[in-house]
């Protein structure tokens, strides 16, 4: 049962275009929500985060959007670089953390 | 440099055989976690320690053991390896001695096979 859906396996954007990666869950009772970014060969690493209590947040040029009536929450890329090429896993967080099956992005010169 | 090194980085096993992956952090962080990715399927906890002598079950235990030999150290056993632990392997740690997702380092992975 996956509490935390990414339902698009790939998205490949131009560059200095905006990239949006896209997320959904289940369990309403999620009370922090986050996106890890991770290289081929290399661990998760932290993006962003939003509490269930906020419907934005800002950095540089990542924002998370978060929707609780539409159990829907998004990553905004903009502009997009090809340095942002990885794949992006969305997590949900309430005693314990589940992860979407993340995303593949690519961004092409 | 500072982080979550696991070792091995690679290795393949023999249905049956056991064996043991090691995580070490420096960070001198709390909580430490073992997870699995597969594909389609995200990253599924199978095992985590919120503090130095506890252990707790994930999603996905069965088939493995942990041990938090002290606040740095937080190794994962398969007593018998099965084909359907093949998987690539991470652990992460974090300051925070709950299970929130705030700061979590995670480690290069182990890409672990088993024929």
């Known amino acids: 049962d996956q509490q935390v859906k990414q339902n698009s396996p790939s998205l490949s954007v131009q560059e200095g275009r905006i990239s949006i990666l896209n997320c959904d869950y289940t369990n309403s009772m999620f009370d922090y929500f986050l996106w890890y970014k991770k290289y081929p060969a290399e661990g998760p690493t932290f993006l962003i985060s939003i509490s269930s209590i906020k419907d934005k947040n800002e950095d540089g040029r990542f924002t998370v959007f978060l929707n609780k009536s539409a159990k829907h929450l998004s990553l905004h890329i903009v502009p997009s670089q090809p340095g942002d090429s990885a794949v992006y896993f969305c997590?949900?967080?309430?005693?314990?953390?589940?992860f979407g099956a993340g995303t593949r992005l690519t961004v092409k010169p | 440099n500072a982080g979550v090194t696991q070792t091995p980085k690679f290795q393949v096993l023999k249905t049956g055989q056991s064996m043991t992956l090691q995580c070490a952090q420096d960070m001198n962080h709390n909580s430490m976690y073992w997870y699995r990715q597969d594909p389609g399927m995200g990253l599924r906890l199978i095992y985590y320690?919120?503090?130095?002598?506890?252990?707790d079950k994930g999603e996905v235990p069965n088939g493995y053991n942990v041990s938090r030999l002290n606040k740095r150290e937080f190794s994962l056993r398969l007593e018998s390896a099965a084909p359907s632990q093949t998987s690539v392997y991470f652990c992460?740690?974090?300051?925070?001695?709950?299970?929130?997702?705030?700061?979590?380092?995670f480690g290069s992975g182990t890409r672990l096979t088993v024929v």
């Open positions: 992460a740690s974090t300051i925070q001695t709950t299970l929130s997702p705030i700061g979590y380092t």
């Open positions: 320690s919120a503090s130095e002598g506890t252990t």
């Open positions: 997590a949900a967080s309430e005693d314990d953390m589940r």
